[in-house]
């Protein structure tokens, strides 16, 4: 392979950029006779954005090998258990911009972050005030809150699904003894009101012994999410949220590796001792413990 004296893109002579442009619209064109109209925009789209990407840094050809590796690599990681693909798509923040461009601003409609690789269906049902954390370890933690549509009236009956790891940095499916151990679903009552007991979130890191995690190493980035609790709320009719609530204080608020963190979703967690006197009078053992309040807002479906 022949090695070419590397140029910027404003040394790019007149010749040579209507040769790449040529080149460009003869691939756009390739495209056009694609039956559906969403996938010729797609498609169209993706090849003028990756041939102005390729164009704009000047793509030597031992960069596009090695970026080729990269994703061959990205693949091979790839298996039932995980999913690098979209561990790459969250740390270059396309996950998060997906999930923006989708749950448009209504009202006061709470805000949308990443689902993250560790919902699993059919979670234990808990009754309000139960124990999402069924054994995890970790400093036990108060949740409440209510769910309101943006017209302010409450919502019965709403499904709330909530995850999380434990204070290890784990979820439960990152163990091989099949345990369920930090989720569980529960409803809201006639007032709209739900309540459980969980764990305080701690940080932790994203998978990072691939490829996904030499990019961040090699690019100067961590791989740690900042602590948080997950929420996914339904209720007939409004759309469905699917959300983190983040520590406040936590310093890796500013520098979460998939870029969820939201000002409107970091919430107070607030610090009790042991003797203090837990909201429903659950025994915590000589342990202290903390609470906070989540109120979610339902935007129109």
């Known amino acids: 392979m022949t090695q070419v004296e590397q140029v910027t893109a404003d040394q790019v002579t007149p010749e040579q950029a209507e ?3 040529a080149l460009v619209q003869r691939v756009v064109d390739s495209f056009a006779g694609a039956p559906d109209p969403r996938l010729r925009q797609l498609t169209q789209a993706a090849v003028r954005h990756l041939h102005a990407f390729l164009r704009e840094v000047r793509l030597t050809e031992a960069e596009w090998k090695q970026g080729i590796d990269f994703l061959t690599a990205v693949g091979h990681t790839t298996d039932e258990r995980r999913q690098e693909f979209i561990l790459l798509s969250d740390t270059l923040g396309a996950s998060m911009q997906t999930i923006t461009v989708n749950n448009p601003a209504d009202g006061d409609a709470t805000e949308a972050t990443v689902f993250g ?7 234990p049902r808990i009754e309000p005030g139960g ?12 949740v409440e809150g209510t769910v309101r549509d943006t017209a302010g ?14 204070e290890d940095g ?5 163990y091989a003894d099949g345990r369920t151990t930090g989720r569980a679903h529960l409803f809201t009552d006639d007032e709209g009101r739900y309540s459980f007991w969980g764990i305080t979130p701690t940080p932790y890191p994203i998978p990072h012994d691939g490829p996904v995690g030499a990019m961040l190493a090699a690019t100067g980035r961590s791989p740690m999410r900042a602590s948080h609790l997950h929420f996914m709320v339904t209720a007939e009719g409004l759309r469905t949220l ?11 608020l500013a520098s979460d590796s998939v870029f969820g963190v939201k000002e409107s979703l970091v919430k107070d967690f607030v610090e009790h001792g042991a003797d203090d006197p837990t909201p429903d009078g659950r025994d915590l053992g000589g342990r202290a413990w903390s609470s906070t309040r989540f109120d979610v807002v339902l935007g129109r479906g």
């Open 19 to 21: 040769r790449e442009e």
């Open 117 to 123: 690789p560790f919902f699993v269906e059919d979670s």
């Open 131 to 142: 124990d999402i954390a069924m054994g995890a370890p970790g400093q036990p933690c108060w």
């Open 153 to 166: 009236a409450p919502v019965a009956g709403a499904r709330i699904e909530v995850w999380e790891a434990d």
């Open 170 to 174: 784990f979820y439960d499916v990152q």
């Open 242 to 252: 699917v959300t983190h609530i983040f520590v406040r204080g936590d310093e890796l």
